[in-house]
Protein backbone atom coordinates (compact mmCIF):
# COMPACT_ATOMS: atom_id res chain seq x y z
CA UNK A 1 0.00 0.00 0.00
CA UNK A 2 1.08 3.33 -0.77
CA UNK A 3 0.50 6.29 1.81
CA UNK A 4 -1.37 8.94 0.65
CA UNK A 5 -0.34 11.63 3.54
CA UNK A 6 3.05 13.19 4.47
CA UNK A 7 1.76 13.24 7.94
CA UNK A 8 2.30 8.90 8.10
CA UNK A 9 5.71 9.39 7.28
CA UNK A 10 6.01 10.60 10.47
CA UNK A 11 5.39 7.17 12.13
CA UNK A 12 8.37 5.91 10.85
CA UNK A 13 6.83 2.18 10.56
CA UNK A 14 7.07 0.61 7.62
CA UNK A 15 4.19 1.34 5.51
CA UNK A 16 2.02 -2.51 5.87
CA UNK A 17 1.37 -1.21 9.49
CA UNK A 18 -0.42 2.13 8.95
CA UNK A 19 -3.65 2.10 7.05
CA UNK A 20 -4.98 5.85 5.84
CA UNK A 21 -8.85 6.69 5.90
CA UNK A 22 -10.37 9.17 4.30
CA UNK A 23 -14.09 9.39 5.33
CA UNK A 24 -15.82 11.76 7.32
CA UNK A 25 -17.41 9.45 8.93
CA UNK A 26 -16.82 5.81 9.31
CA UNK A 27 -19.54 2.94 7.83
CA UNK A 28 -20.42 0.05 9.58
CA UNK A 29 -18.19 -2.01 7.37
CA UNK A 30 -15.06 -0.44 8.91
CA UNK A 31 -12.60 -2.91 9.14
CA UNK A 32 -9.02 -1.14 10.76
CA UNK A 33 -7.06 -3.86 8.52
CA UNK A 34 -8.29 -3.04 5.58
CA UNK A 35 -7.81 0.45 3.81
CA UNK A 36 -10.75 2.22 1.94
CA UNK A 37 -10.17 1.80 -1.97
CA UNK A 38 -11.07 3.89 -4.35
CA UNK A 39 -12.75 6.80 -2.48
CA UNK A 40 -9.49 8.95 -1.96
CA UNK A 41 -9.92 12.62 -1.56
CA UNK A 42 -7.76 14.55 -4.39
CA UNK A 43 -7.07 17.17 -1.45
CA UNK A 44 -7.14 16.80 2.19
CA UNK A 45 -5.56 15.06 4.66
CA UNK A 46 -7.10 11.61 6.28
CA UNK A 47 -9.02 11.26 9.28
CA UNK A 48 -7.60 8.22 10.63
CA UNK A 49 -4.81 6.39 11.06
CA UNK A 50 -4.94 2.74 11.47
CA UNK A 51 -2.02 0.72 13.01
CA UNK A 52 -2.05 -2.98 13.66
CA UNK A 53 -1.13 -3.36 17.24
CA UNK A 54 0.33 -6.69 17.74
CA UNK A 55 2.80 -5.61 14.78
CA UNK A 56 3.37 -2.67 15.78
CA UNK A 57 4.71 -3.96 19.28
CA UNK A 58 6.84 -6.02 17.24
CA UNK A 59 8.12 -3.81 15.44
CA UNK A 60 9.09 -1.81 17.91
CA UNK A 61 10.94 -4.61 20.56
CA UNK A 62 13.13 -4.72 17.39
CA UNK A 63 14.60 -0.80 18.00
CA UNK A 64 16.18 0.69 21.09
CA UNK A 65 13.55 3.03 21.80
CA UNK A 66 9.58 3.76 20.73
CA UNK A 67 10.25 6.61 18.74
CA UNK A 68 7.65 6.73 16.28
CA UNK A 69 4.52 6.41 18.99
CA UNK A 70 6.80 9.21 21.07
CA UNK A 71 7.11 11.43 18.31
CA UNK A 72 5.25 15.19 17.96
CA UNK A 73 1.95 14.06 17.84
CA UNK A 74 -0.25 15.31 14.96
CA UNK A 75 -3.88 16.41 14.52
CA UNK A 76 -4.96 12.95 12.98
CA UNK A 77 -6.40 10.46 15.18
CA UNK A 78 -4.56 7.15 15.35
CA UNK A 79 -5.62 3.96 16.49
CA UNK A 80 -3.37 1.16 17.64
CA UNK A 81 -6.34 -1.86 16.87
CA UNK A 82 -6.42 -5.45 17.94
CA UNK A 83 -7.41 -8.22 15.11
CA UNK A 84 -10.13 -8.78 16.40
CA UNK A 85 -11.32 -5.00 16.71
CA UNK A 86 -14.67 -4.42 18.65
CA UNK A 87 -16.36 -1.56 19.60
CA UNK A 88 -18.71 -3.40 21.71
CA UNK A 89 -17.80 -2.05 25.17
CA UNK A 90 -16.26 1.54 24.86
CA UNK A 91 -14.23 2.66 27.25
CA UNK A 92 -14.20 6.94 27.42
CA UNK A 93 -11.05 8.99 29.80
CA UNK A 94 -12.44 12.31 30.61
CA UNK A 95 -10.51 15.14 32.06
CA UNK A 96 -12.21 18.07 31.58
CA UNK A 97 -10.19 19.64 29.46
CA UNK A 98 -10.95 21.10 26.49
CA UNK A 99 -8.55 18.22 24.44
CA UNK A 100 -10.68 15.69 25.69
CA UNK A 101 -14.20 17.00 25.41
CA UNK A 102 -12.82 17.55 21.56
CA UNK A 103 -11.66 14.48 21.76
CA UNK A 104 -14.61 12.50 22.83
CA UNK A 105 -16.82 14.54 20.34
CA UNK A 106 -15.02 14.22 17.32
CA UNK A 107 -14.99 10.22 18.39
CA UNK A 108 -18.74 10.40 17.85
CA UNK A 109 -18.85 12.22 15.10
CA UNK A 110 -16.17 9.44 13.11
CA UNK A 111 -17.57 6.07 14.82
CA UNK A 112 -21.50 6.84 15.26
CA UNK A 113 -22.48 4.47 13.30
CA UNK A 114 -20.37 1.61 14.54
CA UNK A 115 -21.50 2.39 18.40
CA UNK A 116 -25.17 2.05 18.34
CA UNK A 117 -25.14 -0.81 20.11
CA UNK A 118 -22.31 -0.79 21.81
CA UNK A 119 -21.83 -0.37 25.87
CA UNK A 120 -19.76 2.57 26.72
CA UNK A 121 -18.28 3.59 30.57
CA UNK A 122 -16.81 6.86 30.97
CA UNK A 123 -14.48 7.18 33.44
CA UNK A 124 -13.95 11.30 34.95
CA UNK A 125 -11.44 12.47 38.05
CA UNK A 126 -13.07 12.51 41.25
CA UNK A 127 -13.02 16.38 41.59
CA UNK A 128 -14.16 18.69 38.28
CA UNK A 129 -13.74 22.78 38.73
CA UNK A 130 -16.84 24.17 38.70
CA UNK A 131 -16.82 25.98 35.34
CA UNK A 132 -16.37 22.22 33.87
CA UNK A 133 -19.54 20.36 35.21
CA UNK A 134 -21.55 21.44 32.72
CA UNK A 135 -19.33 20.00 29.80
CA UNK A 136 -19.03 16.87 31.64
CA UNK A 137 -22.99 16.58 32.03
CA UNK A 138 -22.66 17.08 28.04
CA UNK A 139 -20.61 14.63 27.38
CA UNK A 140 -22.41 12.22 28.92
CA UNK A 141 -25.61 13.09 27.17
CA UNK A 142 -23.63 13.13 24.03
CA UNK A 143 -22.32 9.37 24.91
CA UNK A 144 -25.69 8.40 26.21
CA UNK A 145 -27.59 9.66 23.18
CA UNK A 146 -25.48 7.80 20.74
CA UNK A 147 -25.06 3.77 22.44
CA UNK A 148 -26.94 1.36 23.79
CA UNK A 149 -25.86 1.44 27.02
CA UNK A 150 -23.57 4.37 29.38
CA UNK A 151 -22.28 4.19 32.51
CA UNK A 152 -20.37 7.36 34.56
CA UNK A 153 -17.95 6.44 36.92
CA UNK A 154 -14.92 8.45 38.97
CA UNK A 155 -11.65 7.63 39.82
CA UNK A 156 -8.83 9.55 39.68
CA UNK A 157 -6.27 7.89 37.25
CA UNK A 158 -3.68 9.93 36.21
CA UNK A 159 -1.48 6.92 34.19
CA UNK A 160 -2.48 5.23 31.04
CA UNK A 161 -1.60 2.28 32.56
CA UNK A 162 -4.44 2.96 34.87
CA UNK A 163 -6.70 2.94 32.29
CA UNK A 164 -5.54 0.19 30.31
CA UNK A 165 -6.13 -2.36 33.56
CA UNK A 166 -9.39 -1.48 34.26
CA UNK A 167 -10.07 -1.72 30.32
CA UNK A 168 -8.43 -5.18 30.62
CA UNK A 169 -10.26 -5.99 33.97
CA UNK A 170 -13.56 -4.78 32.41
CA UNK A 171 -13.80 -6.52 29.14
CA UNK A 172 -13.13 -3.41 27.22
CA UNK A 173 -12.78 -3.45 23.86
CA UNK A 174 -11.82 0.36 22.75
CA UNK A 175 -10.11 2.88 24.93
CA UNK A 176 -10.46 6.36 23.69
CA UNK A 177 -7.86 8.70 25.14
CA UNK A 178 -6.09 12.24 24.26
CA UNK A 179 -2.79 11.86 22.79
CA UNK A 180 -1.32 13.93 25.60
CA UNK A 181 -0.98 10.04 26.64
CA UNK A 182 0.99 9.39 23.12
CA UNK A 183 4.64 9.22 24.54
CA UNK A 184 3.15 7.50 27.85
CA UNK A 185 1.52 5.02 26.25
CA UNK A 186 4.46 4.07 23.85
CA UNK A 187 6.60 3.43 26.85
CA UNK A 188 4.35 1.58 28.77
CA UNK A 189 4.14 -0.75 25.29
CA UNK A 190 7.81 -0.61 24.66
CA UNK A 191 8.54 -1.84 28.52
CA UNK A 192 5.92 -4.00 29.61
CA UNK A 193 5.16 -5.94 26.28
CA UNK A 194 7.68 -8.73 26.11
CA UNK A 195 6.39 -11.67 23.79
CA UNK A 196 3.09 -12.01 25.25
CA UNK A 197 -0.36 -9.78 25.12
CA UNK A 198 -2.01 -8.34 27.87
CA UNK A 199 -5.46 -8.56 26.50
CA UNK A 200 -6.67 -9.07 22.87
CA UNK A 201 -9.46 -6.81 22.94
CA UNK A 202 -8.18 -4.19 23.68
CA UNK A 203 -7.69 -1.30 21.28
CA UNK A 204 -6.62 1.93 21.63
CA UNK A 205 -7.79 5.21 19.81
CA UNK A 206 -5.58 8.72 20.71
CA UNK A 207 -6.64 11.97 19.09
CA UNK A 208 -6.03 15.83 20.23
Not at 52 to 66: A, G, N, R, S
Request: with cysteine.
Amino acid sequence: MELKSPQALRFGLPEEIVKEFFYEKLPPSFTPSIPELGIYRQEGDPTLFALDLFKTLEWLHDKDYPRPLGNEVCSIPVMLSVPDFSTEHLLFHFDGSPNSVELIRKFIDLFGDLIKESKATIISPNFIPKSKIREEREIIQLVTSNTKETSFIKFNFSRIGDFWSYGVKNDCTLLVTTKNYQAELAKVLFHFYQGKIWSNKLSFYLSV
